[in-house]
């Protein structure tokens, strides 16, 4: 089993919907996670970060589930402009252990 | 966040030849990282810069063929030496603060190698 594993997808999603995607992970003793955006031939950019139960920033949801080892991402009312990969990144945690655990992504695609 | 500059953007080499990436921040960050990117695949760390000291590598990377230097807070390079055509890929350079947070990504290298 792959540490982190997402749906490569890709999400065709018509604009104005709502759409959400999970991550999940292997090691329980992870300790943070973070969801990155990249749009194609970009850096990655930091959408969210999720230390406890979840986090909320405008139309972006997300949501740990730490006794399933999931995060999820909600996105209401999906712009044009949200397509991209998301990519799901997990924090092994511990001063002496801070190495970031990538997944290879879900691609989504708005469509007007 | 710091803002991270990376040097050169992009560029075409020849195989069997080395090329030495920049990554320059604004501010002094406690960690910088270097990864790979190959097309269609996420990001593989390569190493961890670390100041005044050799990098720390993962496996399947080694000093030899990813030379590292971070000579202080602000600046490190990536050297990639004796390049052959699957060393094409995006070179990216991310900045970290502490344990639990995120990283910040430069704009990236993209390197194709004929």
């Known amino acids: 089993r792959k540490e982190v594993e997402q749906d490569p997808g890709p999400f065709n999603v018509p604009e104005g919907a709502t759409v959400a995607f999970n991550c999940t992970y292997s090691?329980?003793?992870?300790?943070?996670f973070f969801w990155y955006r990249q749009d194609c031939r970009k850096e990655p950019k930091l959408l969210m970060s999720v230390y406890s139960s979840g986090n909320e920033d405008g139309r972006f949801t997300a949501q740990l589930n730490r006794a399933s080892q999931y995060i999820s991402l909600l996105i209401r009312d999906s712009k044009l402009s949200d397509s991209a990969t998301y990519l799901c990144?997990?924090?092994?945690?511990?001063?002496?252990?801070?190495?970031?655990?990538w997944g290879a992504g879900t691609k989504l695609i708005i469509k007007p | 966040s710091a803002v991270i500059s990376q040097k050169p953007s992009r560029d075409i080499c020849q195989r069997g030849t080395s090329l030495t990436i920049q990554c320059q921040v604004d501010s002094q960050v406690t960690m910088m990282f270097w990864y790979r990117q190959q097309p269609g695949q996420s990001l593989t760390l390569i190493a961890t810069?670390?100041?005044?000291?050799?990098?720390?590598?993962e496996s399947g990377f080694v000093i030899d063929k990813f030379p590292i230097s971070r000579p202080n807070l602000t600046f490190s390079t990536l050297t990639v030496s004796n390049m052959s055509p699957e060393d094409s890929s995006i070179y990216l350079c991310?900045?970290?603060?502490?344990?639990?947070?995120?990283?910040?990504f430069g704009d990236g290298t993209r390197l194709s190698i004929l």
């Open positions: 810069a670390n100041q005044g000291s050799e990098a720390t590598y």
């Open positions: 991310s900045v970290g603060t502490y344990w639990d947070q995120p990283q910040h």
């Open positions: 090691n329980s003793a992870s300790q943070s």
């Open positions: 990144v997990v924090n092994l945690g511990g001063d002496s252990n801070y190495q970031l655990i």
